[in-house]
């Protein structure tokens, strides 16, 4: 990594096909160890569950209110300073139950890349449906 000060800039927001929208806030090849990303959900709004493999995540909960669901956890309110923590490989999603955005920071380590994303929302649905989908990853 190389010393730099990044500045906000709300125009670099784009949407994402998991429902929320994001600005990449530092995610580079020459800080493999860390991004950062704001994320934002509109009200009445929930995120497609997907995982990261071999990625943790950490939410950093700055404005609103959320309901997030993570492995087999029982679904968890989360508002502003709140800390959700997601290990590799997670199923993972987050609803927006407030009334106006969610907003917040995504920490993931290693850096995010395209290649780690998988979108489960389908898998997801299955299970529910009583079919079989991939196990939970271990403890």
């Keep these: 990594m190389k010393e730099t000060v990044k500045r906000f800039d709300p ?6 096909d998991e429902k929320c929208f994001i600005v990449e806030l ?3 090849p020459d800080d493999p160890a860390v991004s950062i990303a704001r994320a934002r959900v509109a009200p009445g709004v929930t995120t497609r569950w997907h995982r990261l493999r071999e990625t943790a995540e950490r939410y950093v909960i700055l404005e609103g209110r959320g309901r997030v669901e993570i492995g087999s956890l029982p679904p968890q309110d989360v508002g502003p300073g709140d ?7 997670y199923p993972q999603r987050i609803a927006n139950t ?9 920490v993931c380590t290693p850096r995010f890349t395209s290649e ?4 489960i929302d389908g898998d997801r649905a299955s299970r529910r ?5 991939p196990a939970l990853p271990s403890r």
Excluded at 129 to 133: H, L, T
């Design 11 to 16: 125009d670099q927001e784009f949407y994402t």
């Design 26 to 28: 530092s995610n580079t």
């Design 83 to 89: 800390v959700v923590s997601i290990p590799p490989s």
């Design 98 to 106: 407030g009334a106006g955005d969610l907003i917040f920071l995504a």
């Design 116 to 119: 780690a994303y998988e979108d």
């Design 129 to 133: 449906a009583g079919a079989v989908s």
